[in-house]
């Protein structure tokens, strides 16, 4: 008698992915949060080439993401949907004349070319004083969790989405923002102090923000997020030295009081650029799945070597190489690169796949939807795809 093909509820799906097990085929993430979003121009892009229009509205405006449509998530085979913790409830993005903007850290953003980049930084010069005296935002902040337990329990029980939380945490990038980078850089080496007790508040405001954030949707949701960029396109962004001391640590702290709150939960790092240097730290660090494993970066260009070194303690997101052959590529070379990344990744699961780091805005409409439709044509288990 034949054996009965399973069918998985995208939440099943995600779910086993993430646990090393294999599901009905590989789950796929898109669209949604601040690491695998759209460009508002790609987006628009796509609508025009499944034949919509529509008005699009910005749910990042430093990266420019759009907020894309349920019929679109779809269409692409999204087995995700995000909940995003809200901003405090006396803070509201006011833009000026020039376009520029304060967030609530008090740093102030600008359009330069396709992003708003950060232009002036409130922490610029300081001394440890100017850090202890700073008013940093309130993670308390009741606005930030208004109405999500509520959300998160209608998309529960109405949908089998595999719900994420699509929360903005950072240790690095955040602080570097408030200094600017090169001093940040500067500090690190000649005055550390400085920058410790900067991670360490930043560090402070995540574990209470998780707390409230936690409470309200952690019984339903699969995965939380933080990012950091700790690769350049060839190494490291900092002595690993650095790294080790002042942030792995902070990371271990962090994700122990998550999993403290919510034993089921995963925890995901963004990480842009060469990494492979780091992945054992950051798995050491509590981190169950890195993203997005930059294909085109240094020593992550080998999807076999990944599986080989990390599989099984690591998940993996997306390792498509999405600054050569997602952009500039064809329909039929982008399908290639998917199925090359299935190939190796996929097998005992573990392999989520998603664009990279966020779909930039001059990736062809074709090509995203030969990304989404390849990865749901070709990444059923058990996989079956040769070497050809």
Request: proline share 5%; glycine share 8%; charged share 25%.
């Amino acid at each position: 008698m034949p054996k009965m093909e399973v069918i998985m509820t995208s939440r099943e799906r995600y779910r086993a992915a993430i646990e090393h097990k294999e599901p009905d085929r590989v789950p796929i993430d898109a669209g949604q949060d601040l690491h695998n979003g759209i460009h508002e121009i790609a987006y628009r892009n796509l609508l025009k080439e499944l034949g919509e229009t529509d008005e699009i509205a910005i749910y990042d405006f430093m990266q420019h993401l759009a907020v894309v449509k349920e019929s679109v998530l779809n269409r692409l085979h999204v087995d995700t949907r995000y909940i995003f913790a809200g901003g405090p409830s006396d803070f509201q993005i006011r833009f000026e004349e020039d376009r520029s903007w304060l967030d609530e850290w008090g740093i102030r953003r600008k359009p330069c070319g396709y992003y708003d980049e950060a232009v002036e930084h409130p922490l610029a010069g300081c001394t440890l004083e100017d850090v202890k005296r700073y008013p940093w935002p309130n993670p308390s902040d009741a606005g930030r969790f208004a109405g999500l337990r509520e959300k998160a329990q209608k998309l529960h029980k109405q949908t089998d989405f595999a719900l994420i939380g699509g929360s903005p945490a950072t240790l690095f990038y955040l602080t570097s923002e408030l200094v600017g980078f090169q001093e940040y850089m500067e500090k690190i080496l000649t005055d550390p102090r400085v920058i410790e007790l900067m991670v360490e508040k930043m560090l402070e405001f995540w574990i209470v923000f998780f707390d409230h954030y936690l409470e309200a949707i952690g019984d339903y949701i699969e995965v939380v997020w933080m990012g950091d960029d700790w690769g350049t396109q060839v190494g490291p962004i900092m002595d690993p030295a650095l790294f080790r001391s002042m942030f792995v640590n902070r990371y271990k702290v962090l994700t122990a009081s998550i999993k403290k709150k919510k034993k089921h939960l995963k925890i995901a790092l963004h990480s842009c650029g060469a990494v492979h240097w780091a992945m054992e730290d950051l798995i050491d660090a509590g981190i169950d799945i890195l993203h997005p494993i930059q294909g085109d970066a240094r020593e992550l260009e080998d999807p076999a070597r990944l599986k080989k070194e990390f599989g099984g303690r690591l998940a993996f997101y997306s390792n498509i190489r999405n600054q050569s052959v997602l952009p500039h590529g064809t329909p039929e070379e982008v399908a290639a690169e998917v199925k090359l990344k299935i190939r190796h990744l996929a097998p005992g699961g573990g392999y989520i796949l998603s664009g990279g780091h966020n779909i930039q805005a001059d990736v062809p409409p074709k090509n995203i939807l030969a990304l989404y439709d390849t990865g749901f044509k070709f990444g059923g288990y058990p996989i079956t795809l040769g070497n050809s």
